[in-house]
């Protein structure tokens, strides 16, 4: 099977086209951050802050949550409802966003413990006296099962109390997804008696919510991230920049890095557009983008090099024309293939990984365009100019002519 | 088959089951052949460690607050020069603390200056000496840098080791305690499998700092300025204002109040051999501390509580006051701590003074908690979306390459073998971002066999012989190969390098999953193709 043959398109002269579509594309982004007063949306790991993420057993009532925050003095405080993994349809999962508290020197949790306190009061906490089953660690159920005794095992119960605490805490939190309403749902649990039950519904309440991530940033580490994460971005491009400029030639390296900060800087304004927040996670998304970019481009490039060699008569943007279309069926069968893959982490990955699939998606889609639509011009447009000026950049460094000596075989 | 072809392909088979071993055919009790699947799932289990973010648990960040335990050398240091200015008879005027490293000496009487400089250089060594700008006779002590360094480095290891001996004591499971890497003074914890971190916060940022002090007047005051007034507005010497909360049944009753203590304490942390709780005798249903003293440190408080009965006597607890009792007889090797404890407080408490007092305060700087049923989510959906899109792209390589296809497919699959064997063997652990790494190798997998398949094709349409065009297309892949995977391990050493948690955990397979790409689709993948060359008829044509 064979998709693309024998391509004939005229890239270089289409130039100017993706010149205004990449500009379209950046506008289109960087609108939304403008309007956004010039400030991108950060998430907390770089603005620093508490983020709680509650799950309850039925869907809870927003606005009894944004009112019980608001009487608490947290009026300022973000909810948003998202939707699970395993049963995309269900409503029961809420994250709870507060800004940094101040700066001063108050507990770094005081945001989370108010969270809960209001959950605990708008939602009970179960029966009074008793501990809620949903939020407790395997160790405790230990203690509490081994104390009671319900298999009657006296001293020779060993391992066997918290094993079973391992198992009913193992069933409650991948079998009903960390939240149990009913105790009978642990009836099929490996070694569970009536007695168990029993002396689990009399010791342990069910609580409506478990808390199931808590993400606290302070400022300062929120900063230092921040910084830290720019910091890495820059490094690898530069290091990017320096490994091509050595392998071909520095306008090449500078082309290439253009194209990719072209990318980031679209994905930037996309996260902006649909009100992605820009995560740790999403920088790894961004770095991954740019070297897949890189890749892109470097496809392209190591064929000009191998083409300057073979065609030496011919004009500058021909040969590149004629790379282009040579590769071209790789490079769609490539992003088509690595589309497929991120777009399946998108509908799949669940929410932890949303925003870096859609970085990807973004990403594949621009990065595999700029190579052609950006990097290749500009390379293109700087013989020109050197053209004009009497000495045109055609050949690679010494590493190209090994390649033409392979090539010529 | 050629013996060179034979060889290649033993080499291959070498490192397939080295990656089988490294995976399945080993546990934590060592090599352990898997005998039954649930064995097997065991060894996949303990080889394939999970980051908190997959199995649950809790990571915290915390600061050293080294200048404190800086200051506290400063304070040190301006003791003792005020004893050996005492000594050596010279003259001064004020000594003042500047900050934490910075003494001043003011009017240093000009005939005595002399043996000021010679006591500075000769016995405080970790301190530098110059003229104080813009004070006549004045002297400014500058604490050596290396010295400040050296203390500083000594408060992080301390640290460290109290932290790491407190949470043991927690008896939590796997905990890691060690340098961020990102600043010099901070501190990472983690706690897998801990859905609540709020009790080891607690224990992790008690002080601990016990001392007793006896009460210098033997008063309770209910402000600094009451305490002030009943002493003319000046303190008595060697003393020091403390603040702690009355004594009552109840916690709501307890009030702050004030207290003057002498400064020398009269025993402190380090002279404990041990503490345990126990239940109250004056206060029902509550718990008091009990602790037992060092042969020395009895020897001392003996006499001392026996010719001081009737004062009263503070138990200070990182600069507050927990209680103030009367001394009623002599106490020689052991002593209570009481006041609203629960038997949890008492318990921890013990605990703190048992793995001894941290050198100077910490503050959390980050907390991050993933329950234990959120990993659970990750890993099925990291997981289901690595195997789908592998699952499809394996689906479309073999519809478009036909038999090339699957030769891609088996290089794949042996891409994953390795770096997911390379990951047991260097203990890697595997996280979120690192599962999107494993995608993105796939990823990059699949280029490079697309790169060498479609150099193939074009090759045969050229009118090359299949085999040339296997020999060439190779040959010229190889070099962009080379380049894009270059590259991009450039990139991700650098953000290993300077990048945090989840950008490391990327970097980490990324890397690995590369290396093991260029292996299975330049060197395999070619075995494979000149395997199926040296059989093919002349004629027939290559399935591509």
């Known amino acids: 099977m064979e998709l693309f043959r024998n391509v004939n398109v005229d890239w270089m002269g289409k130039a100017k086209y993706f010149v205004a579509v990449s500009l379209i594309l950046l506008a289109v982004g960087w609108a939304s951050v403008a309007r956004n007063h010039w400030s991108l949306n950060y998430g907390i790991d770089f603005r620093g802050g508490t983020l709680v ?23 300022n405080s973000s909810i948003q409802q998202i939707s699970d993994i395993s049963d995309p349809s269900s409503k029961n999962d809420v994250v709870i966003g507060l800004e940094q508290q101040g700066q001063g020197d108050e507990a770094l949790d005081a945001g989370k413990q108010k969270i809960v306190d209001i959950l605990h009061n708008s939602f009970g906490g179960g029966e009074a006296g008793k501990s ?16 009671k005794d319900p298999l009657g095992l006296g001293t020779n119960a060993g391992d066997r109390y918290n094993q079973l605490a391992q198992k009913l805490t193992g069933a409650r939190d991948t079998s009903y997804g960390g939240i149990v309403s009913n105790f009978d749902q642990l009836k099929s649990v490996d070694g569970v008696t009536p007695g168990v039950l029993n002396s689990l519904s009399s010791g342990f309440s069910l609580g409506d919510f478990t808390i199931r991530n808590v993400d606290i940033v302070g400022p300062k580490v929120g900063a230092q991230l921040r910084r830290q994460a720019i910091l890495a971005t820059l490094y690898a491009l530069g290091g990017m920049l320096v490994y091509i400029a050595f392998r071909f030639e520095w306008v090449y390296g500078a082309a290439a890095v253009i194209a990719v900060f072209h990318d980031v800087l679209i994905t930037l304004g996309f996260f902006s557009l649909f009100h992605y927040e820009i995560s740790l996670t999403v920088i790894a998304a961004l770095l991954t983008l740019v070297g897949y970019s890189m890749n892109d481009t470097i496809v392209i490039f190591d064929r000009v090099r191998e083409n300057l060699r073979l065609m030496k008569r011919e004009p500058f943007a021909d040969i590149v024309n004629k790379s282009i279309n040579q590769t071209l069926s790789r490079t769609i069968l490539t992003s088509g293939l690595t589309f497929l893959t991120v777009l399946v982490l998108y509908l799949m990955g669940g929410e932890v990984l949303r925003a870096f699939a859609f970085a990807m998606v973004v990403g594949v889609v621009v990065g595999t365009y700029s190579s052609f639509g950006i990097a290749a011009p500009i390379v293109v447009l700087w013989n020109k100019y050197r053209g004009s000026q009497g000495s045109p950049v055609r050949s690679g460094s010494a590493a190209g002519k090994r390649e033409a000596a392979v090539a010529r075989r | 088959m050629s013996s060179q072809l034979t060889w290649k392909f033993v080499l291959i088979l070498i490192v397939i089951l080295v990656c089988l071993f490294g995976i399945f055919g080993m546990n934590q009790n060592g090599p352990t052949f898997p005998t039954s699947g649930a064995v097997l799932k065991q060894n996949l289990a303990d080889r394939i460690r999970l980051g908190l973010d997959l199995r649950g648990g809790s990571h915290l960040v915390l600061q050293v607050q080294v200048e404190e335990a800086i200051g506290q050398r400063c304070d040190q240091a301006i003791d003792q020069l005020h004893k050996q200015i005492r000594d050596k008879k010279i003259i001064t005027g004020e000594i003042r603390r500047v900050d934490d490293s910075h003494i001043l000496v003011r009017d240093v009487d000009p005939n005595t200056s002399g043996a000021f400089r010679d006591l500075v250089n000769n016995q405080f060594t970790d301190w530098s000496l110059s003229p104080a700008a813009g004070e006549q ?23 460290i080791e109290v932290i790491t001996r407190r949470i043991n004591a927690l008896g939590l499971t796997e905990p890691t305690i060690a340098f961020t890497g990102r600043g010099a003074d901070e501190i990472l914890v983690e706690l897998p499998g801990e859905g609540d971190p709020t009790r080891a916060k607690s224990v992790i940022q008690a002080g601990g700092q016990l001392q007793y002090n006896l009460l210098a007047d033997d008063q309770t005051y209910p402000s600094q300025i009451a305490a002030l007034a009943a002493h003319g507005g000046v303190l008595p010497p060697g003393s020091m204002i403390v603040p702690g909360s009355s004594e009552a049944a109840v916690p709501s009753d307890q009030q702050q109040v004030y207290y003057i203590l002498d400064r020398a304490p009269i025993i402190t942390g380090q002279d404990m051999r041990g503490a345990t709780p126990e239940p109250s ?24 509580t026996e010719s001081n009965i009737g004062h009263r006597m503070a138990i200070v607890l990182d600069s507050k006051v927990h209680t103030a009792p009367t001394i009623q007889g002599r106490i020689d090797d052991s002593g209570v701590i009481t006041g609203n404890f629960s038997q949890q407080s008492a318990q921890d408490l013990s605990l703190v003074l048992r793995a001894g007092a ?65 990951m047991a063997y260097v203990g890697a ?48 892949a190889f070099l962009t190969i080379i380049d894009t995977h270059v590259t991009t391990i450039v990139s991700a050493v650098f953000l290993f390098l300077f990048g945090t948690g989840p950008v490391r955990g990327f970097a980490i397979t990324l890397v690995i999953g590369l290396i093991a790409n260029v292996f299975t689709s330049i060197y395999v993948s070619r075995a494979i193709f000149d395997f199926h060359l040296s059989r093919m008829d002349r004629q027939e044509q290559l399935s591509i």
């Open chain 1, 132 to 147: 809620d089953f949903n939020s407790i660690t395997p160790a405790d159920l230990a203690a509490y099962l081994t104390q």
């Open chain 2, 358 to 422: 941290l050198p100077a305060s910490i503050k959390y700087l980050e907390e991050r908690t993933v329950g234990p049923s959120l990993g659970a989510d990750s890993i099925r959906a990291g997981v289901r979306a690595s195997l789908g899109s592998i699952i499809v792209v394996m689906i479309f390589l073999v519809i478009y390459y036909r038999l090339s296809g699957v030769n891609a497919v088996v290089a794949l699959i042996l891409n994953l073998l390795i770096l997911v064997a390379f």
């Open chain 2, 137 to 159: 006779n004045g002297y400014l002590l500058t604490m050596k840098p290396s010295v400040m360094a050296d203390f500083g480095k000594d408060a992080m290891d301390q640290s």
């Open chain 2, 281 to 304: 005798t004056s206060y029902p249903g509550q718990y008091d501390v009990k602790f037992t003293l060092s042969t020395a440190a009895a020897a001392r408080f003996g006499p001392f």
């Open chain 1, 53 to 75: 993420y509650v799950r309850f057993s039925s869907a809870p009532p927003l606005d009894k949550i944004r009112k019980g925050l608001a009487d608490a003095g947290l009026p």
């Open chain 2, 429 to 476: 652990v595997l996280t979120l971002p690192g599962i999107a790494g494993v995608i993105l190798t796939i990823g990059m997998g699949v280029d490079s066999n697309v790169l060498v398949f479609e150099r193939i094709r074009e090759e045969l349409r050229a009118g090359k012989a299949p085999a040339a065009a296997v020999e060439v297309g190779f040959d010229r």
